[in-house]
């Protein structure tokens, strides 16, 4: 009896920290992967995507762009849409992206499609150095890399020490170190 509680107490914790998703990062593999759990007990996902050039996390769908292929997931990770697209990155803004060829599309979320955008969105700097400005100083370890925004909320910090989460949406914010590696 004692192990059944145990083992139902196990689950529930890993349920929990499996829970809501954080953001989204791109793995050193070159694959999409959710970041998933509460404030310091993360967890990344399984690839939903590989080759991954760019992408967006927010709100309830999480879109990605490949070399030639335009994706969106919903919020389980389930994919939903697919199109084909010019070579490169892309930029996008909310449920809107535009390519490299400076063509503007949006993801219809009752039909989930991407269509042709009425106009082009503006683009907000994609650096996240931009926003770590705006907040108070957060002492990270190693020398910055990369930084990408996970989520609106989250940043996801690349040094020579390792992968790091830092929360911006609070009066200080934190850093916690995300279970990224080669092999995960």
Same mark, same amino acid.
């Given at each position: 009896?004692?192990?059944?509680?145990?083992?139902?107490?196990? $689950?529930?914790?890993?349920? $929990?920290?499996?829970?809501?998703?954080?953001?989204?990062?791109?793995?050193?593999?070159?694959?999409?992967?959710?970041? &998933?759990?509460?404030?310091?007990?993360?967890?990344?996902?399984?690839?939903?995507?590989? #080759?991954?050039?760019?992408?967006?996390?927010?709100? #309830?769908?999480? !879109?990605?762009?490949?070399?030639?292929? &335009?994706?969106?997931?919903?919020?389980?990770?389930? +994919?939903?849409?697919?199109?084909?697209?010019?070579? *490169?990155?892309?930029?996008?803004?909310?449920?809107?992206?535009?390519?490299?060829?400076?063509?503007?599309?949006?993801?219809?979320?009752?039909?989930?499609?991407?269509?042709?955008?009425? +106009?082009?969105?503006?683009?907000?700097?994609?650096? *996240?150095?931009?926003?770590?400005?705006?907040?108070? $100083?957060?002492?990270?370890? *190693?020398?910055?890399?990369?930084?990408?925004?996970?989520?609106?909320?989250?940043?996801?910090?690349?040094?020579?020490?390792?992968?790091?989460?830092?929360?911006?949406?609070?009066?200080?914010? +934190?850093? !916690?170190?995300?279970?990224? *590696?080669?092999?995960?």
């Amino acid at each position: 009896m004692k192990f059944l509680v145990l083992f139902a107490a196990a $689950a529930s914790a890993f349920a $929990a920290v499996g829970g809501p998703r954080v953001g989204c990062l791109v793995h050193p593999d070159g694959s999409l992967r959710q970041v &998933l759990g509460v404030r310091g007990n993360f967890i990344v996902s399984s690839p939903l995507a590989a #080759d991954v050039l760019s992408f967006s996390c927010d709100g #309830d769908f999480l !879109f990605a762009k490949t070399s030639t292929t &335009l994706l969106a997931f919903n919020r389980t990770g389930a +994919e939903v849409a697919r199109q084909d697209t010019v070579p *490169g990155k892309a930029a996008f803004v909310g449920l809107s992206v535009i390519l490299e060829d400076d063509t503007a599309l949006v993801f219809n979320e009752k039909d989930q499609t991407w269509r042709p955008a009425a +106009e082009r969105p503006a683009v907000p700097p994609r650096d *996240g150095k931009i926003l770590l400005d705006e907040v108070k $100083a957060v002492p990270i370890p *190693g020398d910055i890399e990369r930084i990408e925004r996970m989520s609106a909320r989250w940043l996801h910090v690349i040094t020579t020490e390792g992968h790091f989460a830092v929360d911006t949406g609070r009066d200080d914010p +934190e850093l !916690f170190a995300l279970p990224v *590696g080669a092999r995960q």
